[in-house]
């Protein structure tokens, strides 16, 4: 039984494509970016407890549409 390749080493597959090359995009500034985002203390001001989601959520019943 052959030994199985190890994964470090080049190989001479030839049945592998190249990587492909991705395509340059435009995008804004970083800080421009930045700019729009909330602040550290606006974001932890308006966030919710575990249980408060959790409450927000329906119950395996109610998406099973069972009568309880």
Known sequence: M???ADPA???DDETLPETPTL???DSPPTEEVLEGLP???EIIEHAQT???IVKEQPSVDDLLRRDR
């Open 2 to 4: 052959p030994e199985p």
């Open 9 to 11: 080493e080049p190989h």
């Open 23 to 25: 395509p340059e995009v």
């Open 39 to 41: 602040s550290t203390d």
């Open 50 to 52: 575990a249980e408060e």
